[in-house]
């Protein structure tokens, strides 16, 4: 949605609509003070400009009955329910966006506690409690404490704004080869190609709890890159933000109900939005932070993410030095080589390694070579394979539409790492069956997902080169429904 307003910001300049709409759309936007108290900051970046956007778990002003429409009538637990860093470079040709886990294992810097106004000192725990308990102040202080990198403007997005704009815009095209469903978020989605309005999308963007897919949060952001990519795609590519009429609404809606930093100006839009000229789908990186594990057990806070150390700090400063994440041996700002951006999807950082897993491919259809297939993409990703690739018919299966993982409930952890391998299969927990996993392949399998350990830090290539990133990248033309 930010993405899709920068864009609105474009084309207002080049469109000559005029600067008393700018002053008319700037009155509305509600401006907030993120930065109040906060001492001790990062060093700002040495080029570029980098924005905190939060989405809120805000209800204020909307009604029941549209919470429930939306299948967000529960208990507000004023907190962020997404984070994302986006860094533009000096230049403005290139975006790095990295969406931050809500439960990541942070330390909160200490603070006036929100609700009884007394001084607090450092403790730790989920990210998204930050905003809970010292707002908007502790939020923006504690991605800073985490990343090191210094946040410029901060931008604030609710339930309401996200839809609209959505439903201005005319809905998103969203492509996905097997079936999702979220009860919690409502997301039911087939197979296929589903073109989403406002609130199916809120659905899309908010689904966390899908059976076949166990990574989570990890999983939901790698559909809200997806997602993005589709709206900036959607907005410039239909003609809605060329049309004045159009580009009022969308204007309206991304602006009306978000809260911004007082920093960020009508005068700030139009620069942000007449530099922006070279941004394309290609030159948004998305770049994900190494974990250490998903499942990191915490005191009264439950399971947490925690972050690779080394892994997420060279990512954060390559951001904060401005300089390519794909490759951080040199600045964005002297354009990206071809090699630069990495083919095909981004890896996916698991909790245990592929090399400690045992897997039993059987094929689940009657189409010759996919058992193979999926047997040979898993064994490139580092699985032990117990034995070739067998026909579905020994164990019953013949007709087998979606991918079915079979496991040992004891073996919980090692199955995370297989379902992020192959995302959208089926687990199915099978008492005794044993360490060996088994992979019944099924007819909507496309490919297996690259997953790693993320466990060592950045290395140095052979000869004193550049480091070789301990993060996974990919770019918006990669994740594109085409």
Known sequence: MTLAGMVAALVLVTSGVGWAWVKYLDGKIDRVDPFAGLDDRPDGATGGTTFLIVGTDSREGVSKERLNELHAGGEACDCTDTMILVHLNAKRDQATMVSIPRDSYVTFPAHKDKASGRDVGESKGKINAAYTLGGRSLAVATVEKATNVRIDHYIEVNFLSFVSVVDEIGGVDMCTPIPLKDPKSGLDLPAGTTHLDGVQALQYVRARHISSD??????????????????????????????????????????????????????????????????????????????????????????????????????????????????????PSAGKSPSSAPAGPATVSVDVAPADIYLQVYNGTTQPGLGGKAYDGLAQQGFKMSGAARAGQQIGISDAVQTVIRYDPRWDRSVRSVAAALPGAELKPVDGLGRTIEVVVGSSFTGVTPVAAAEKPASTTPGGGAPSPAYTTTTGDKVVCK
């Open 214 to 331: 166990p990574t989570g949060d990890i999983g939901r952001t790698q559909r809200q890159q997806k997602f993005m990519t589709q709206v900036l795609a959607r907005a410039t590519g239909t003609g809605t933000l060329a049309n004045p009429v159009k580009l009022k609404g969308v204007l309206d809606a991304a602006l009306g109900s978000i809260k911004v930093d007082e920093g960020l100006s009508a005068q700030g839009l139009l620069d942000l939005g007449t530099k922006l000229k070279g941004l394309s789908s290609s030159g948004i990186t998305y770049a994900q932070i190494p974990l250490k594990t998903m499942d990191y057990q915490v005191k009264d806070w439950g399971s947490t993410v925690l972050w690779d150390d080394a892994g997420s700090q060279a990512l954060f400063d390559a951001m904060r030095n401005d300089q390519d994440v794909a490759n951080p041996g040199k600045s």
